[in-house]
């Protein structure tokens, strides 16, 4: 059997168990939260992203959860400034031209900010006289930073950045800086 850990990451949080480089660190890393040993990340989810990440001591598990061939769905709540209009999210779903290609279709909508979700520590930035929106947006690709560079292609940058769901795995039940294991 194989163990699958299910963490939800916090706001600032490194996807490594080490801030090499930087001795002496402030920065937060796994294993600051992880105490499970001869465990890796399957994918990665930037500092400044939070929710779901998934880890695991199978690498063969490990690398089907992220590597793109095998297409596993990873759903994001996604905070942009503004109000995305139909257009917007057709072109989320149909796919964007970024400097690295086009993305592959998506399942882009609009949601209402959920009701489970905890306050981020730093708050995001708040301007008064724009609006803020929570889409859903679910890729079947990662690229790096991609939720944000599609947002943000088509005018509503992300303010937060919250993954919900990898596969059939969810962060469901998990609060901030916890975790939950399985055995696969």
Request: hydrophobic letters at 30%.
């Given at each position: 059997m194989s163990l699958l850990i299910l963490f939800n990451k916090p706001?600032?949080?490194?996807?490594?168990?080490?801030?090499?480089?930087?001795?002496?660190?402030?920065?937060?890393?796994?294993?600051?939260?992880?105490?499970?040993?001869?465990?890796?990340?399957?994918?990665?989810?930037?500092?400044?992203?939070?929710?779901?990440?998934?880890?695991?001591?199978?690498?063969?598990?490990?690398?089907?959860?992220?590597?793109?061939?095998?297409?596993?769905?990873?759903?994001?709540?996604?905070?942009?400034?503004?109000?995305p209009d139909d257009a917007a999210l057709t072109a989320l779903a149909q796919g964007i031209v970024l400097k690295d290609g086009l993305t592959k279709p998506a399942e882009a909508r609009r949601v209402a900010e959920p009701l489970w979700l905890w306050p981020r520590t730093p708050p995001i930035r708040v301007r008064q006289a724009i609006p803020d929106t929570w889409i859903e947006l679910t890729l079947r690709e990662g690229r790096n930073r991609q939720v944000r560079r599609m947002t943000a292609h088509v005018g509503h940058p992300t303010l937060r950045l919250i993954r919900v769901r990898i596969g059939s795995y969810t962060l469901e039940g998990i609060p901030q800086g916890e975790w939950t294991k399985r055995n696969v």
């Open positions: 706001f600032g949080v490194l996807s490594q168990f080490t801030d090499k480089g930087t001795e002496g660190s402030p920065r937060a890393t796994l294993s600051d939260f992880i105490s499970e040993k001869d465990v890796y990340p399957a994918g990665r989810l930037d500092r400044d992203s939070e929710g779901l990440l998934l880890l695991t001591d199978d690498g063969k598990l490990q690398a089907k959860l992220s590597n793109p061939k095998f297409k596993e769905p990873k759903t994001y709540l996604v905070q942009v400034e503004g109000t």
